[in-house]
């Protein structure tokens, strides 16, 4: 046997005689220690910096920061592969034990970083020691892979299609150095108390002294032909996993369950592009989407289409959509505009492709216009709600948001009479809550993270842009226009602004109409700051004693800018939000948002802080009803300054005790 290279792709796959772990490249328990420091372990994702630049002196063109973690290389070190089959140990153990003596099956995939391929070729070697079967899908974004999951672990076990589980290789949006893990059982992420256990258990492994040489026998214990049979078989999986998100993406889209209903609508939709043209530019910047459905799915809905940056691993500029990350795309709509002004919209996902961001044209600038991130979330919420409407749905509606998401929702969702439940930050606390919710009677069918972009449309439980650009798609062409009769109608209705209404309504038109907040965007250097102390709830404590000894001479400005006047804190910690008092600090390790009220009681604004689980930074945020960008800052440095100043003296104080 030899290196083996994908059938379409060219790209090579692995070479099954190669164990990528020896005696003589075996590291010390030291370095394994050293190496493990950077790991960030919780249930949106283990992750570090896993590319070895030590042996390939490449970095991404557009990073002027030529750090380990803006590497382009493709090698991972010794310690940091015996890391990664130890994080394949704790999951074979874990899943063995829910398959109950049975040989389970995984669905591994990866995203498109440099090193995806090392990584999962240590893993599918360790999962396949260990009795597991492993089908391997190559590059895939996290949408596809676990929509497959959802469709194969609902089969029966004696079908052949059956699987147990899926593990994905990524690193989301952080820089292409970087790469992870994540685990999932059906078409969502493991919950909070599930890999918890994981988490206990991959830290014992790294804490072993004898962990070099347990990787090492993991690795070398695979069957070679069972291994060169899982890479052979990559192209196959791949075309049974994108026929089931395509189906999953039309159920999704259309949230109808029956084919003939989904046909109904697509077709529905698809007149009213070919009536009324509308076409997308897609830049999808080297990332796994560049191996999915999306010009096939588009062109079912007969959008136009440009397709941009298709290459899967070739980043044209840094993995995160936002800011400037979303030029290239704005540049091709502005172009594709003029060419042809049914283009109106464009989109750019990240690197394993389960979050876009938009772009649209603005008629009233004449130029392409990127949106922020809670923008788009607001649109995709009220388009979700207006098309429960459209439908006819009587039952109680819930929209679930993370504790990041602006106030903007609560009022979009006040006006079709929903309620706004809030999680603490991560994936899985907001799928959590909403499964809560409805398993209590309530219709959920949209939720997300709002501060991240992008949105989670029931029945998936990841982010998607497929999700996201199709709620707008509908929010355009759904009804008939010439008569009044669409979900922007229901919207205007909705809100005492029928009058607003005109039948060429364009996106901006939307926009327009849209509750007005100013909320700071997650992806600004100053929303996450690099904090010294350690202890997050000492800092929480520590803000609290400035934030009330302030609050006296601040609530004067406070209630003369905002009119605001009171004040109420409030902690997420997994999929619950409560009232904490003046007891930050019983927030613990999740988010801190401090509401503030007018004295009629409305909610004008919030500070939000909480430490990150997947990168080593502390994140802030406010949001300010009828707020400018000026208010947004003037508010934002106050808060800045008291996290500052709390960092500063728990560390001080750490020093002292240190």
Same mark, same amino acid.
């Given at each position: 046997?030899?290196?083996?290279?994908?059938?379409?792709?060219?790209?090579?796959?692995?070479?099954?005689?190669?164990?990528?772990?020896?005696?003589?490249?075996?590291?010390?328990?030291?370095?394994?220690?050293?190496?493990?420091?950077?790991?960030?372990?919780?249930?949106?994702?283990?992750?570090?910096?896993?590319?070895?630049?030590?042996?390939?002196?490449?970095?991404?063109?557009?990073?002027?920061?030529?750090?380990?973690?803006?590497?382009?290389?493709?090698?991972?070190?010794?310690?940091?592969?015996?890391?990664?089959?130890?994080?394949?140990?704790?999951?074979?153990?874990?899943?063995?034990?829910?398959?109950?003596?049975?040989?389970?099956?995984?669905?591994?995939?990866?995203?498109?970083?440099?090193?995806?391929?090392?990584?999962?070729?240590?893993?599918?070697?360790?999962?396949?020691?260990?009795?597991?079967?492993?089908?391997?899908?190559?590059?895939?974004?996290?949408?596809?892979?676990?929509?497959?999951?959802?469709?194969?672990?609902?089969?029966?076990?004696?079908?052949?299609?059956?699987?147990?589980?899926?593990?994905?290789?990524?690193?989301?949006?952080?820089?292409?150095?970087?790469?992870?893990?994540?685990?999932?059982?059906?078409?969502?992420?493991?919950?909070?108390?599930?890999?918890?256990?994981?988490?206990?258990?991959?830290?014992?492994?790294?804490?072993?002294?004898?962990?070099?040489?347990?990787?090492?026998?993991?690795?070398?214990?695979?069957?070679?032909?069972?291994?060169?049979?899982?890479?052979?078989?990559?192209?196959?999986?791949? $075309?049974?996993? %994108? &026929? /089931?998100?395509? *189906?999953? #993406?039309?159920? @999704? !889209?259309?949230?109808?369950?029956?084919? =003939?209903?989904?046909?109904?609508?697509?077709?529905?939709?698809?007149?009213?592009?070919?009536?009324?043209?509308?076409?997308?530019?897609?830049?999808?910047?080297?990332?796994?989407?560049?191996?999915?459905?999306?010009?096939?799915?588009?062109?079912?809905?007969?959008?136009?289409?440009?397709?941009?940056?298709?290459?899967?691993?070739?980043?044209?500029?840094?993995?995160?959509?936002?800011?400037?990350?979303?030029?290239?795309?704005?540049?091709?709509?502005?172009?594709?505009?003029?060419?042809?002004?049914?283009?109106?919209?464009?989109?750019?996902?990240?690197?394993?492709?389960?979050?876009?961001?938009?772009?649209?044209?603005? $008629?009233?600038? %004449? &130029? /392409?216009?990127? *949106?922020? #991130?809670?923008? @788009? !979330?607001?649109?995709?919420?009220?388009? =979700?709600?207006?098309?429960?409407?459209?439908?006819?749905?009587?039952?109680?509606?819930?929209?679930?948001?993370?504790?990041?998401?602006?106030?903007?929702?609560?009022?979009?969702?006040?006006?079709?009479?929903?309620?706004?439940?809030?999680?603490?930050?991560?994936?899985?606390?907001?799928?959590?809550?909403?499964?809560?919710?409805?398993?209590?009677?309530?219709?959920?069918?949209?939720?997300?993270?709002?501060?991240?972009?992008?949105?989670?449309?029931?029945?998936?439980?990841?982010?998607?842009?497929?999700?996201?650009?199709?709620?707008?798609?509908?929010?355009?062409?759904?009804?008939?226009?010439?008569?009044?009769?669409?979900?922007?109608?229901?919207?205007?209705?909705?809100?005492? #602004?029928?009058?607003?209404?005109?039948?060429?309504?364009?996106? =901006?038109?939307?926009?327009?109409?849209?509750?007005?907040?100013?909320?700071?965007?997650?992806?600004?250097?100053?929303?996450?700051?690099?904090?010294?102390?350690?202890?997050?709830?000492?800092?929480?404590?520590?803000?609290?004693?400035?934030?009330?000894?302030?609050?006296?001479?601040?609530?004067?400005?406070?209630?003369?800018?905002?009119?605001?006047?009171?004040?109420?804190?409030?902690?997420?910690?997994?999929?619950?939000?409560?009232?904490?008092?003046?007891?930050?600090?019983?927030?613990?390790?999740?988010?801190?948002?401090?509401?503030?009220?007018?004295?009629?009681?409305?909610?004008?604004?919030?500070?939000?802080?909480?430490?990150?689980?997947?990168?080593?930074?502390?994140?802030? #945020?406010?949001?300010?009803?009828?707020?400018?960008?000026?208010? =947004?800052?003037?508010?934002?440095?106050?808060?800045?300054?008291?996290?500052?100043?709390?960092?500063?003296?728990?560390?001080?104080?750490?020093?002292?005790?240190?």
């Amino acid at each position: 046997m030899s290196r083996i290279i994908h059938p379409i792709l060219g790209l090579p796959i692995a070479d099954p005689n190669k164990i990528p772990l020896s005696r003589e490249n075996l590291p010390s328990s030291e370095d394994i220690q050293n190496a493990a420091r950077s790991l960030i372990l919780s249930a949106s994702g283990w992750r570090k910096v896993f590319a070895d630049p030590s042996t390939e002196d490449t970095y991404a063109q557009w990073a002027y920061d030529r750090s380990a973690e803006n590497s382009l290389s493709r090698t991972i070190s010794s310690a940091d592969t015996v890391i990664v089959a130890g994080m394949a140990l704790v999951f074979a153990s874990f899943i063995k034990e829910q398959c109950k003596g049975r040989a389970p099956i995984v669905l591994l995939g990866i995203d498109t970083r440099p090193t995806g391929p090392a990584i999962a070729d240590v893993f599918a070697r360790v999962l396949i020691g260990e009795g597991c079967s492993v089908r391997y899908l190559f590059i895939v974004p996290a949408p596809e892979i676990m929509a497959f999951a959802a469709q194969t672990t609902s089969l029966p076990l004696d079908n052949e299609a059956h699987a147990d589980a899926f593990a994905y290789i990524s690193a989301s949006h952080n820089p292409p150095g970087h790469n992870g893990l994540k685990f999932g059982i059906g078409g969502g992420v493991l919950t909070g108390n599930q890999i918890a256990p994981m988490i206990a258990a991959l830290k014992s492994f790294i804490a072993d002294p004898d962990s070099p040489s347990l990787a090492l026998a993991a690795i070398s214990k695979a069957d070679l032909r069972a291994l060169a049979q899982c890479y052979e078989s990559v192209a196959h999986w791949k $075309r049974f996993s %994108q &026929s /089931a998100y395509m *189906l999953f #993406a039309h159920r @999704v !889209f259309t949230d109808e369950d029956s084919l =003939e209903r989904q046909e109904e609508v697509l077709s529905a939709i698809a007149t009213a592009c070919e009536k009324r043209p509308l076409g997308v530019v897609a830049e999808l910047n080297g990332s796994a989407r560049t191996q999915s459905i999306d010009q096939d799915w588009l062109s079912a809905l007969s959008l136009q289409t440009k397709m941009l940056n298709v290459e899967p691993g070739i980043f044209a500029h840094r993995i995160v959509p936002e800011n400037d990350s979303l030029e290239d795309c704005r540049a091709a709509l502005a172009e594709a505009h003029q060419e042809n002004p049914a283009f109106m919209l464009g989109y750019v996902p990240d690197c394993d492709g389960d979050r876009g961001n938009l772009v649209y044209h603005s $008629r009233m600038l %004449q &130029s /392409a216009v990127p *949106l922020e #991130a809670q923008q @788009v !979330f607001a649109l995709a919420c009220l388009s =979700e709600l207006a098309y429960l409407k459209w439908k006819g749905e009587t039952r109680p509606v819930a929209v679930v948001v993370n504790d990041a998401t602006s106030m903007r929702i609560e009022a979009i969702a006040t006006a079709f009479g929903a309620r706004v439940v809030r999680a603490e930050t991560g994936e899985a606390n907001v799928v959590a809550c909403a499964e809560k919710l409805r398993s209590e009677g309530w219709v959920v069918r949209i939720l997300g993270e709002g501060s991240n972009g992008g949105n989670i449309t029931h029945p998936s439980k990841v982010r998607d842009p497929l999700s996201t650009l199709g709620s707008i798609v509908r929010l355009l062409r759904l009804g008939d226009a010439n008569s009044g009769k669409t979900c922007f109608n229901l919207w205007l209705d909705a809100i005492g #602004a029928s009058d607003r209404y005109r039948p060429d309504y364009e996106l =901006e038109d939307i926009i327009d109409s849209l509750p007005q907040w100013a909320t700071t965007s997650a992806f600004e250097p100053y929303a996450a700051m690099k904090i010294a102390s350690n202890d997050k709830i000492a800092l929480k404590n520590v803000y609290q004693r400035l934030f009330l000894e302030e609050w006296p001479r601040m609530q004067p400005q406070l209630a003369a800018r905002f009119g605001i006047t009171a004040w109420k804190a409030l902690a997420t910690i997994g999929p619950v939000e409560q009232e904490v008092g003046s007891d930050f600090g019983a927030s613990g390790n999740g988010g801190l948002r401090i509401v503030l009220f007018s004295h009629a009681g409305e909610a004008r604004a919030f500070l939000w802080m909480r430490g990150s689980g997947t990168e080593p930074v502390f994140r802030i #945020a406010v949001d300010i009803k009828n707020g400018s960008s000026e208010d =947004e800052a003037w508010l934002r440095s106050w808060h800045t300054r008291l996290v500052m100043q709390a960092d500063l003296l728990v560390s001080k104080a750490q020093d002292i005790v240190g």
